[in-house]
């Protein structure tokens, strides 16, 4: 049974820096595209960046592009997105999202596993 648990959200200043987690089970995060999105309040979900399931190749939301970075480690089959310099406008609640398809994408319906989220709040 494929599961993703997310895990690493909390409170952080702005300018700040935080990694999420995204513990997979059931499937090797090395096999499968990762994806990374956010939805805010009365917002929809935003996809933030993703690394594909053949080449390793990553992709980044304009808004986080430079300050986000999105990795994998197969021994412990977890993804993590790394996320420097916060602003308050990346408070959301953060999903990792997972899918055997070929490639990846910023789009959640190319995704077929979902974690539960995360909360992370950039605030001083």
């Known amino acids: 049974q494929v599961q993703l648990v997310e895990s690493g959200g909390g409170l952080v200043q702005p300018g700040g820096s935080l990694r999420l987690s995204c513990a997979a089970s059931?499937?090797?995060?090395?096999?499968?595209?990762i994806g990374w999105f956010r939805q805010a309040p009365g917002k929809e979900r935003e996809g933030v960046s993703c690394?594909?399931?053949?080449?390793?190749?990553?992709t980044y939301a304009d808004s986080v592009k430079g300050r986000f970075t999105i990795s994998r480690d197969n021994a412990e089959n977890t993804a993590y997105p790394q996320m420097n310099s916060l602003k308050s406008e990346d408070t959301a609640v953060y999903y990792c999202?997972?899918?055997?398809?070929?490639?990846?994408?910023?789009?959640?319906?190319?995704?077929?596993?979902w974690g539960q989220g995360t909360q992370v709040t950039v605030s001083s």
């Open positions: 999202a997972a899918t055997a398809r070929d490639g990846s994408s910023l789009h959640p319906k190319f995704y077929d596993y």
């Open positions: 059931g499937f090797t995060v090395d096999y499968y595209a």
């Open positions: 690394i594909s399931s053949s080449d390793d190749s990553t």
